[in-house]
């Protein structure tokens, strides 16, 4: 496995959450972040020069506020906007990590986004599995990627 990719991930999540949710993302966690419950999650399948998925499970109360922080308004959000900014947020993040993963001249294409449940089983099958957490206000995000093929 490619030690640099858990970095490049980090760095896509850190990145992502911050300039686009105007979010304060940390490397560090707080006992109560580490514990907090399952909020949601979502998942990007990508193809090109390199096939495979990313993932981001968020835990604790932070989508609502990272929903927020992209429209840059205070105001509660329906179930729909919010799975559709949750959405997006795995797009970006997706699309941020690609470049520092497998390399800024590939080609990708990115599946729509797709919900999943706390008891979806994990993703199988890929060769290269990485992941990273980041704290965020109100709990945590887990970032995953799992990689078909790394040329």
């Not at 490049?8 to 907090?36: N, W």
Request: hydrophobic fraction near 40%; charged fraction near 20%; include cysteine.
């Amino acid at each position: 496995m490619n030690p640099a990719i858990e970095p490049a991930l980090r760095q896509a999540a850190l990145t992502t959450f911050g300039d686009m949710c105007m979010a304060l993302p940390s490397v560090e966690m707080s006992a109560e972040q580490i514990e907090s419950t399952f909020e949601a999650e979502v998942r990007v399948r990508f193809h090109g020069s390199v096939r495979g998925e990313v993932s981001v499970r968020l835990y604790g109360t932070v989508l609502d506020s990272l929903a927020q922080g992209m429209r840059g308004d205070n105001e509660l959000m329906p179930t729909d906007l919010l799975r559709d900014a949750l959405g997006e947020i795995g797009n970006v993040i997706c699309g941020n990590a690609l470049p520092l993963v497998a390399g800024e001249h590939g080609q990708y294409r990115l599946d729509p986004p797709r919900s999943a449940l706390a008891n979806d089983p994990p993703l199988g099958g890929p060769a290269v599995q990485t992941k990273t957490q980041v704290g965020l206000d109100g709990g945590r995000a887990e970032v995953g990627i799992y990689l078909e093929d790394l040329k």
